[in-house]
Every structure is written in C-alpha cells, then in structure tokens.
C-alpha cells in the first residue's frame, strides 16, 4: 500500500467518524439586550417571551435568556427592524446601499475578487435581512457571482489565486449566515452530502447545507473530493433521509454514470438521493437511475417542502421569488 492510498483509507474513516448532528453552543442574550436590538422596551419583549410569540430558555436562576438566531427568526417573522444590531454581535448596515438585485449580485462578485469576507457577509445580511430566504440568495446572488468569476478565469481575466481567495470569502460568508439560522429540533429529517471525487468545490455543498438547515433540517454537509465508496458507507452508518450530491465538475462522465447508478443503488430504502450541479447535463440525467435531479436550490426547497411538509420539521415554507433590494 503505497502512502497515497494510506491516505485514502484514513480520510474515508474520518468522513464517516467526524459527522454529527448535535446542535452547537450559542449564545444567548438577555431580554435587556435583545430589546435594545430591535427598540422595544424590555416589559414588552419580556411578555412575548411569556406569551410564546419569541422563544426564550431560562436559566437554572429563572432568567429568560433568547439565541440570537431566533432573535432573527423573530424579526423576520413580525417585519420589524434591528436597530442596536451591535448588540447581538451582529454588523452594523448603515453604509450598505444596494438599489436593486443587479446591483447586490455586482457588489457581492466585487467583493470576492478582492477579497473582502465581512463585505460579503454584510452583503448577504443585508438582503437576508430584506426577505430573501436562503435558497434566494444562493440562487440569486451566491452561484451567479461565482459562476462569473469562474467564467472570468477561464477566459484569462482572473488569476487562479484570485478564484481560490473568493471561494474563502465566500465559504465565510456561508458560515456567518447559517449562524443566523434556527437550530433545527432534534427530531428533524436528517441529511448529508458533499461532492465527489476530483470535484474540488466546496460552496455548493455548504450551500445546500444552509438551505436544509433554513428548511428545519438536520443537514451536514461531509465536504468535497469524497470518494463515494466512503460516501455510502456514512449513508449506511448514519441513515439520512435526504442524501445529497453536488456535482461541478466531472473528470470521467463515462465512469461517473456507472459509479452513481452504484451508489444509488447501494443507498438505504429509506434515503432520497438529489443531484445537482452545473456538470450535470440532460444526456447525463437519462443514464442516471433512482435519482431525482435539482437545477438550483430553490427547486430543491420545492422538492423538500413538498416530500416533507414544514409541519415535520417546525419550519414553516418560504416565497418562491426574491423579494426587491431597496436602497
């Protein structure tokens, strides 16, 4: 055995070992804080708590004590605004001006090319903030961006360095805003994913991670460059009921027909398979068995919420269409 496929062997043993499902710590915020954030007194939002419109835990004291994600939730839910963002960790808005939907895909591709993450993530506060849901904006301003900086590398405008910078920022960006989402309850359908071997890619697979996640599920997403011997086997181990694929790239698509149709094959009875990808053609779909098929996120929220309606997961469905930018 030679050290590359010792390699091969350990790698496959840490995908299958490092998933899990736990929720992670967060921090919660005293009712003081969280009403200074959105400018209400601390008596009403105290009452919300009590009366269950905004969820609060309490402390072995008796202190309500409220996550900043469902501060967010909130928010969104009731169209109010965050006036003291600050106080919740969160960036301050006030000199992000964006006219319209053009505008925010143009400064959030000007943004990664230089890079700065914490415009990005700003950028994708923002319009989070302005009613896009998740799908909505991986649709609308994350894959388009990189698809354009993608183009301008193959065409000599951008070096590679410069792409590989972006794909940070952008996985940054990623984080901050799943950071924003509600943790999903623990009885949740459960999901993984990645992307497959020779394919290097790793923001489409976070971003289908931050859509289910957004959607009340228990998604983890196993990474990129994933062999899928070793993907079937955390399949077998952990028994989600949504497997996904991301497939940007294809070295051998004769090889990769036979290898899905395996994979698909060989998954538990009780795991949906979906593939995507900018590889994925028509011609390639047809060979492909036992496998549904997703252009972008927003039809696979569709295909979620229609499967698994939100009442199972405690989510409750999203717009279909990216609401407008104003400045």
């Not at 009712?31 to 939002?45: C, F």
């Amino acid at each position: 055995m030679n050290l590359m496929d010792s390699y091969q062997d350990i790698r496959k043993e840490q995908i299958v070992q490092n998933v899990h499902f736990s929720d992670d710590s967060i921090e919660l915020y005293s009712p003081r804080k969280v009403a200074r954030s959105i400018g209400v007194s601390e008596s009403s939002l105290k009452r919300w708590c009590d009366a269950g419109i905004l969820n609060a835990t309490k402390t072995a004291g008796g202190h309500r004590r409220i996550s900043r994600p469902e501060v967010i939730s909130f928010v969104k839910r009731r169209n109010l605004k965050l006036f003291a963002p600050e106080t919740l960790g969160l960036p301050v808005l006030e000199d992000v001006v964006i006219e319209n939907p053009a505008d925010a895909l143009n400064q959030y591709h000007d943004a990664l090319l230089v890079p700065d993450a914490t415009k990005c993530s700003k950028l994708l506060f923002y319009v989070f903030m302005s009613g896009w849901n998740v799908a909505e904006i991986f649709d609308q301003l994350v894959s388009p961006a990189m698809t354009r900086i993608g183009d301008q590398w193959h065409e000599g405008q951008v070096e590679v360095y410069q792409e590989r910078q972006a794909c940070q920022a952008c996985l940054s960006a990623i984080h901050q805003l799943s950071s924003l989402l509600p943790s999903p309850r623990a009885s949740a359908p459960t999901a993984l994913g990645g992307s497959i071997e020779d394919d290097y890619y790793d923001v489409p697979t976070k971003a289908v991670e931050a859509t289910l996640v957004s959607l009340g599920w228990r998604a983890t997403s196993l990474g990129s460059n994933l062999p899928l011997e070793s993907l079937l086997k955390s399949a077998h181990v952990h028994r989600p009921t949504l497997f996904w694929l991301s497939v940007s790239h294809l070295e051998d698509p004769v090889r990769a027909v036979f290898a899905l149709n395996e994979f698909a094959s060989g998954l538990p009875v009780e795991t949906t398979l979906v593939i995507g990808g900018h590889a994925i053609d028509s011609e390639f779909r047809s060979q492909i068995k036992q496998a549904i098929f997703c252009d972008n996120l927003s039809q696979l929220e569709a295909l979620v919420l229609k499967l698994y309606p939100p009442k199972e997961t405690g989510q409750t469905a999203s717009s279909t269409n990216p609401k407008p930018v104003d400045a």
